[in-house]
Structures are given as C-alpha cells and as structure tokens.
C-alpha cells in the first residue's frame, strides 16, 4: 500500500503558539498594570469617599440652584461664591494633607499644648480661614467693579457675608477634619485618600448653607457696615496675636499658605465671575446651577487625592521629583483617571436628583451626564497635570508640597472647571 504523503494532521499540543500567544498577552497586561495599574485598596479607600462627599455636595447644589432669586436680587454674590467655597475646602484640605503626613510619619497626636504639632496646624489653619475671608470680601468688591457687575452689593455687605459665612462653615469643617484625622489614625486608614474629597465636600456642604444664612444679615441699615468693621478688627487682632506668638510652626504655614491661598482666591473669583456671566442661562436651566458644586467638588476632590498621595510619597522618599513621573507617580495618574469616570457621572445623578426634588427647570437627564463627562474629561487631564508638576515644583524649590499641593490644584480647578463647565454648557447649545 503506497504511503500517503502529507496527510497527517497537526495536532496542538500543550504549549503551542495559542497558549504562548496568550501567556504573552497576559504578560503584556500584567506589565501594563505594573506600569499604570492602581493599587485596588487605594481604589476602594477613594472611590468610597468620592462618594460620600459627593453625596454630601448634593446640600451645596441643592441650595444653590434654590438661590436663584437670592443670586438675581444681590448683584455680585455669585462672584464670591466660588471663592469662599473653595477657601473652606483649599485651607482645611490643606490641613489635612499635613495631618495625613504626621500619621505617616507617627508624629500625629492631638493635646491641649498649644505648641504641639496638631494644635499649631489648627491655630494656622483658623487664621487662614479668617483672613482669607475679609481679604477676599475686598476681592470680590474689586473684581465686581473692574468687571462691570451692574449694581452689585455693598463693600460692608460682602464683608458680612463672607466672614460670617466662613465662621460658622470653618467650626464644621475643622471638627468634621480632626475627627476624621483620629479616626483614620486609630483605624490604620490612608488618609490621603479619605482627607481631600470629604474635607472638600464638607466645604461645599456647610459653606453654602452658612453664606445664605449670612445673606439675611446683609443690606441692614447701620447693623451691616458696623458688623463689618468688627469682623474685620477681629480678623486682624487674630493675625497679629498669632504672628506675635513665636510659634514656628504656625509662622511657617501661614507664610507660606497666605500667598498662594490668596493666588488661588482670586483665581476663584474670575471662576465666580465667569459663572455670574452666564447667570441670566443658569437660572433658565437651575438643574445646572445644581450641578456647578458636585462637579467642582469631584475636580478638586480628584486633584486633592493626587496632590496629597505625590506630597507624601514625595517626603516619604518613594517618587523622585523628576520631569518626568515615575512609576509609583504614573499609579497614582491612572488611579486619578479611573476614578474620574463613575465619579463625574454620579454628579450628574445628583444633580439630576436635586433638580427633580426642587422641580427645578431642567435641560434632561441625557444632557447633564454629557456635560459632566466632557467637562469632567478635561477638567482631570488638566488636574493630573496640574497636581503633579506643583507638587514637585513645591518639593524642588525646598517649600512643602503639603501647604501648596492643595491650594495650588483646588484654585486653578475651580477656575479651570468652571470654564470648561461652561463652554460645554455652550457648545451644547443649552446656554
């Protein structure tokens, strides 16, 4: 029987080209997770917070889309709004990016010895929070006028407004800060990545609720400039007592933080400004005066996750301050970019919810999650950025990227937010 050629079939065996082919594509990924890959735990820890403090914001949007006739009736008003929000969350996040370094670091205890290292950051942190709010009372009068804001409130009124304003919002978040820094020391957290969106949608949450209730002290004749110089008497005798008192630490933060939170306030304001521009369309749709502080509430949560985890790893010794981020830096980037997504979306649901609730004029559920997605796309390129190249330009130039990171990242995205916010809002034809 003649022999048959070329007949015999191939059979695959163990280890061939398809099983090769996928080992390799498995290998592939694993170097590509090692690469970028986020640290899942770091995923869980923030994505949890982003939550709850995105949940917490739904007050802030809630209570701004109910002021649309309080922001028609006090010209000028919106223009401090932005500001006087981000203060709360860019002072008191700030404070706890350096309360999340002493727990890395074991040098976090709290005690009733005014020179110790939590109380001094308490004392700074207060003054901040004080002098921040006259300075930008001023501020906002200032850009009103240079602006051409038509017949907006009184020197006296926004004094009022914002100091007793930031007063009562600062006891809120001070506590709200201290009490999570114990907690997450006692219970083995990260702060770094609990701190910066709680801290900051707290902010959201209690300044709002605080402004509108010091708007009914405004516009009072001979009580509103009064209350306004003694405010801001107060506010100085605090600064001077504070200076005078030769605590370093203290001396260090606010020499420190007061230029660049000052940078950042008014960066704030053109961002408040930019918003009071488009205000006669904001309250045609108030679902998107809703959606204005979850979404710059998520932005500067997202940057202040970052800011904090590079302020950390930088001190600690594990990224170098290099042009280019490393590995361990490049985690973090990616982990910032992940989150992004579900968290820019659940604003929209927020907002999306608060409008129903207030039966506020909406544009549709459809239009608001494409406005936050896109604006939230771009709003986080520009934080990844911004974040990085601040915390090493901080650590190069020998200062702590704890007291600029935060600051640095929260100011510039609410300006850059809100920009963007509204050009999406415009390019997509509902403003």
């Known amino acids: 029987?003649?022999?048959?050629?070329?007949?015999?079939?191939?059979r695959p065996q163990p280890g061939g080209p398809p099983l090769r082919r996928a080992s390799a594509r498995l290998r592939s990924l694993g170097r590509l997770r090692a690469l970028l890959g986020p640290d899942p735990a770091a995923?869980?820890?923030?994505l949890t917070a982003l939550s709850v403090g995105l949940l917490a914001s739904f007050v802030a949007g809630f209570t701004l889309?109910?002021?649309?006739?309080?922001?028609?009736?006090?010209?000028?008003?919106?223009?401090?709004?932005?500001?006087?929000?981000?203060?709360?969350?860019?002072?008191?996040?700030?404070l706890g990016s350096r309360l999340a370094t002493t727990v890395h670091t074991g040098t976090f205890g709290i005690s009733r010895r005014v020179d110790s290292v939590v109380t001094q950051n308490v004392l700074a942190s207060i003054t901040l929070s004080l002098t921040t709010a006259l300075a930008l009372a001023f501020l906002a009068k200032g850009v009103s006028?240079?602006?051409?804001?038509?017949?907006?409130?009184?020197?006296?009124?926004?004094?009022v407004i914002s100091m007793v304003g930031g007063i009562l919002s600062s006891i809120a978040v001070l506590l709200l800060t201290l009490g999570l820094a114990a907690t997450g020391a006692r219970r083995g957290w990260d702060l770094d990545n609990?701190?910066?969106p709680v801290v900051t949608a707290a902010g959201d949450m209690a300044t709002l609720p605080s402004l509108y209730l010091a708007t009914f002290l405004a516009g009072i004749e001979v009580f509103s400039p009064v209350a306004a110089v003694v405010l801001g008497s107060g506010a100085v005798l605090v600064l001077t007592g504070v200076l005078r008192s030769g605590l370093v630490l203290v001396r260090r933060v606010l020499y420190e933080s007061f230029p660049i939170v000052m940078v950042g306030g008014t960066v704030q304001l053109i961002a408040g400004l930019t918003v009071e521009q488009r205000l006669e369309a904001l309250v045609r749709y108030p679902a998107l005066l809703v959606l204005i502080p979850p979404f710059l509430a998520s932005a500067g949560a997202l940057g202040g996750i970052l800011s904090s985890r590079l302020a950390s790893k930088l001190h600690l010794g594990l990224i170098e301050p290099?042009?280019?981020?490393?590995?361990?830096?490049?985690?973090?980037?990616?982990?910032?970019?992940?989150?992004?997504?579900p968290v820019?979306?659940?604003?929209?649901?927020?907002?999306?919810?608060?409008?129903?609730?207030?039966?506020?004029?909406?544009p549709g559920p459809a239009a608001m999650l494409a406005v936050a997605l896109?604006?939230?796309?771009?709003?986080?390129?520009?934080?990844?950025?911004?974040?990085?190249?601040?915390?090493?330009?901080?650590?190069?130039?020998g200062l702590d990227p704890d007291n600029y990171g935060i600051p640095v990242v929260t100011s510039s995205l609410d300006l850059i937010g809100a920009v963007v916010l509204i050009s999406v809002i415009v390019t997509l034809g509902l403003g």
């Open 322 to 341: 290099a042009p280019w981020p490393a590995r361990s830096a490049r985690t973090d980037l990616a982990l910032t970019f992940l989150l992004a997504l």
């Open 194 to 196: 609990v701190m910066a």
């Open 374 to 397: 896109l604006a939230g796309f771009l709003s986080t390129a520009a934080l990844a950025a911004i974040a990085y190249y601040g915390a090493v330009a901080a650590y190069r130039f």
């Open 65 to 94: 889309g109910s002021m649309a006739g309080t922001l028609e009736a006090l010209p000028g008003l919106l223009v401090l709004i932005p500001a006087a929000i981000g203060m709360r969350g860019t002072i008191f996040g700030a």
């Open 43 to 46: 995923a869980r820890q923030s």
């Open 1 to 10: 029987m003649p022999a048959r050629v070329g007949t015999r079939r191939h």
């Open 344 to 362: 820019f979306a659940l604003a929209s649901v927020i907002a999306d919810t608060g409008a129903a609730l207030g039966r506020f004029e909406s």
């Open 145 to 159: 006028v240079l602006f051409g804001v038509a017949h907006s409130i009184s020197l006296a009124d926004f004094v």
